[in-house]
């Protein structure tokens, strides 16, 4: 499917023409070029939707925290001038960032994969455009996969805007498996996993975990193109902006490979529901469409035939279950003598 991507979505630059798909060199942020040994250089994958201020101060922690050889891809979902006019200033700015400008949305796995596409770099990066990256942690990030070559994703270590607790981690992953086969997916957050600061012990313990967010996740190139990339919409199927890291995650495994948590590689996650616009533009028109949303979740549940949707957050308990037709809250036991032998956390 991703070989294929060249043909489904267009690859436009500013002025409206084809970005050109076959460049055989690539510049790092100090203007040493790469290729066609692309080894050494990574490529960030941001995806821009709005939240212009957002996104340049995302780019601008890159700059600033990263040692490591990269370039920046950003593909944007068709935002407003006022958008454009910010992603096109950094784009003038850092010669090594490059953007994709699409005149709308091609979904979060959609642009994911075009940025992937149109990237150089034997790691490819994909991050959330409210993220502010700290000091090293690509280094981090790239070391843990180079641990074991079955190591496909390595995943960040999450913090709120206080820097201090965390926001996301390994412990908080969750699927119920048997016989191979995973029939719950989700988060759990409750009790011990609640509220954790960055240096706790849960948090810095690493290793390999059922799945990882997509937030700030690192992927190697060469597992993900010989998976096809994001399931992004095709023929009618597919993901457009939900759920797409649990099925990137269950898909890498599903061939062999392995999904690992680096608790070195840390990240602040601008992100509150609570404290934002639902109305705005970038979840009215981009993130919130209920709609797809749902659509998106019966494609995957159904995919992997899933029963439980798990969502155990400190405040409340969302997890669901499945039977096919609609999701209905459940209250499920994890400590029950039926599950507990089923949990598949961080190793």
């Excluded at 700290?134 to 843990?144: A, D, E, K, V």
């Excluded at 086969?181 to 313990?205: R, S, T, W």
């Excluded at 690493?206 to 992927?219: D, F, I, K, Q, R």
């Excluded at 996650?269 to 993130?287: E, I, L, M, P, T």
Aim: charged residues 25%.
């Amino acid at each position: 499917m991703l070989q294929a991507i060249a043909r489904r979505y267009p690859f436009l630059d500013r002025a409206g023409k084809p970005l050109n798909l076959g460049r055989q060199k690539a510049v790092d942020q100090f203007g040493n070029e790469h290729g066609p040994d692309y080894s050494a250089l990574a490529s960030i994958v941001i995806i821009s939707a709005e939240r212009g201020p957002d996104t340049a101060r995302c780019v601008d922690s890159i700059y600033a925290n990263t040692p490591e050889p990269f370039e920046i891809i950003l593909s944007d979902a068709g935002s407003s001038k006022e958008t454009i006019d910010t992603i096109a200033a950094l784009e003038d700015h850092y010669k090594n960032l490059h953007v994709i400008y699409n005149k709308e949305s091609t979904g979060t796995t959609g642009q994911r994969n075009q940025g992937a596409y149109y990237a150089q770099g034997a790691y490819l990066i994909f991050m959330d455009n409210d993220v502010l990256v700290l000091s090293n942690w690509l280094g981090h990030l790239q070391r843990t996969a180079e641990l074991h070559k079955e190591i496909a994703m390595v995943g960040t270590k999450l913090l709120q805007t206080n820097a201090e607790t965390v926001y996301y981690c390994g412990c908080h992953t969750i699927t119920l498996e048997k016989e191979g086969k995973v029939y719950g997916i989700g988060l759990n957050k409750e009790g011990p996993m609640a509220n954790l600061k960055k240096a706790d012990m849960l948090v810095m313990q690493g290793g390999e975990v059922p799945w990882y967010t997509t937030t700030a996740l690192l992927v190697t190139r060469q597992a993900f193109f010989a998976i096809g990339g994001f399931d992004d919409i095709a023929d009618g199927k597919g993901i457009f902006i939900a759920n797409e890291d649990k099925d990137l995650s269950l898909t890498i495994r599903k061939n062999g490979y392995k999904i690992y948590y680096c608790p070195d590689a840390e990240a602040i996650h601008n992100h509150d529901y609570s404290k934002v616009d639902r109305k705005d533009a970038y979840h009215s028109k981009y993130r919130l469409r209920m709609e797809q949303i749902e659509k998106d979740t019966r494609y995957f549940l159904n995919k992997w035939e899933i029963t439980y949707m798990i969502e155990k957050l400190p405040h409340e308990d969302n997890t669901s279950i499945w039977d096919g037709e609609k999701l209905t809250r459940v209250a499920l036991d994890l400590d029950a003598d039926t599950i507990k032998k089923d949990i598949v956390t961080l190793k």
